[in-house]
């Protein structure tokens, strides 16, 4: 069955409120940061702090005034209550599980024995006594509610328990990809996030004087907002704020076109196949025109300030190769993945290969190796939308977007013809 054209665009899982709530009472830790050092220089501290603190703002927005915790997609129903503590000790096994799942292959691979993931492993010296500790009471009030309470780690649990028979292999792999998810992105972003919090909190704003200054903290700065947020969204998923892995991407393809972005697969990838950058900037191209560095430079800032805004518009919620709610306000309000296209638009504007100093033919063949990494967001764009298309809330964003979006010119254009809709009943 065809799907027809929608008339009104979805709600967004995060209001924009919620996501402007989030932005400000990130701001705000900043500011304290800065101003009183709570913690000393102890940036792991000061940067829990600043998660913490923006996580408390987007809930307590989301639960007393969407009242996210009452949706349907949170598979809570508290009109139903079947508390169970045998169910309860089966998921919070399943919890002990988890964690174990990712220590076991942070022990296994060499890549994260390094002294670069340090600061994350002093964060999860804080971070898991905690959990383990309010784990049990969480997972109770949760389970009790639940519609359908044997979920990925009850099957965990099941597993751990050695009771195979009662494993449904299905939800338990969505349920450890889930995590795999999460161990592996979430030390990249949070030794970003500790590196970028070092420099923001020893920036001295006096001494930004000109653009060029301006444009290096705000280009860092902008890029900070992006992995503070991001990893903050990774340690929240919680069911209660319906901010929870509602699935995770189950195709090889979707894993590798995302992987290969990011350390430590990217130093292979970017080095030897699409080292596309030619050592010539557009600072030395344009610095002897201070109006065109100045325009040049402006239009840089406002394709990372895009590419930030998407990520503040996902609130709790964000987490690469996940759905975990579809997203249609921000800059989702004019096209789909407009953090993809912004970021690919700064890389031409950035490395300008186009005017590689060797020769003509040097500039066409780094232009045909940044034509091959933005090939390869595309796909990472496409493969999320088949994941994505699983689910008719996301279709009729998609639908409605090709009618309504900045892009719709693109439907004549068959090659970026949006290929995942499924056919939905009306």
């Keep these: 069955m065809a799907v027809s054209a929608v008339s009104q665009r979805p709600p967004s899982a995060t209001h924009r409120a919620v996501a402007a709530v989030g932005l400000a009472s990130f701001l705000l830790a900043i500011v304290i940061l800065r101003t009183e050092h709570p913690f000393g220089g102890n940036v792991v501290r000061s940067a829990l702090f600043l998660m913490a603190v923006t996580a408390g703002a987007i809930f307590l927005v989301d639960l007393g005034w969407q009242r996210v915790h009452l949706r349907p997609s949170t598979g809570l129903n508290f009109g139903h209550d079947d508390p169970s ?34 600061r994350y492993y002093e964060m999860l010296w804080a971070v898991v006594p905690p959990v383990l500790v309010l784990g049990l009471p969480y997972l109770f009030l949760i389970d009790r509610h639940m519609s359908e309470p044997r979920d990925g780690i009850w099957h965990m649990g099941k597993l751990v328990t050695l009771h195979w028979s009662a494993v449904d292999r299905r939800m338990l792999g969505q349920h450890l990809l889930g995590w795999l998810i999460k161990g592996f992105f979430l030390p990249l972003m949070f030794v970003a996030m500790c590196d970028g919090l070092d420099k923001l909190i020893a920036v001295d704003l006096g001494q930004l004087t000109s653009f060029k200054p301006w444009f290096d903290f705000l280009y860092d700065f902008f890029y900070f907002i992006d992995v503070g947020l991001v990893s903050m969204g990774y340690l929240m998923t919680l069911r209660l704020t319906d901010t929870h892995i509602r699935s995770a991407e189950p195709t090889t393809l979707g ?56 990520t503040v518009s996902f609130g709790a919620r964000f987490s690469n190769l996940t759905h975990r709610g579809i997203i249609t306000d921000g800059p989702y309000r ?31 063949r780094h232009c045909l190796l940044l034509l091959g990494l933005n090939g390869l967001y595309l796909l ?24 309504h979006g900045m892009f719709r010119f693109a439907r004549r254009l068959p090659v970026l013809h949006h290929l995942a809709f499924r056919a939905v009943e009306d």
């Design 85 to 118: 503590r045998s169910r309860t000790l089966v998921k919070y096994v399943g919890l002990l599980g988890s964690l174990g799942f990712v220590a076991l292959l942070y022990w296994l691979f060499p890549e994260y024995h390094g002294a670069f993931y340090d």
């Design 334 to 364: 004019w096209t789909k993945h407009p953090a993809y296209i912004a970021k690919n638009l700064s890389w031409w504007l950035i490395s300008i290969p186009f005017l590689a100093p060797d020769s003509p033919v040097e500039a066409v």
């Design 380 to 403: 990472r764009a496409k493969t999320e939308e088949w994941h994505l298309s699983r689910d008719p809330e996301y279709v009729r964003y998609a639908l409605w977007i090709e009618d």
């Design 255 to 310: 894993w590798a076109a995302a992987l290969v972005c990011y350390e430590p697969l990217w130093s292979l990838v970017g080095r030897d196949y699409l080292a596309y950058d030619t050592g010539y900037t557009w600072g030395t191209w344009l610095w002897d025109t201070p109006l065109l560095y100045c325009a040049w430079g402006g239009m840089i800032l406002a394709l990372v300030a895009v590419y930030a805004w998407a």
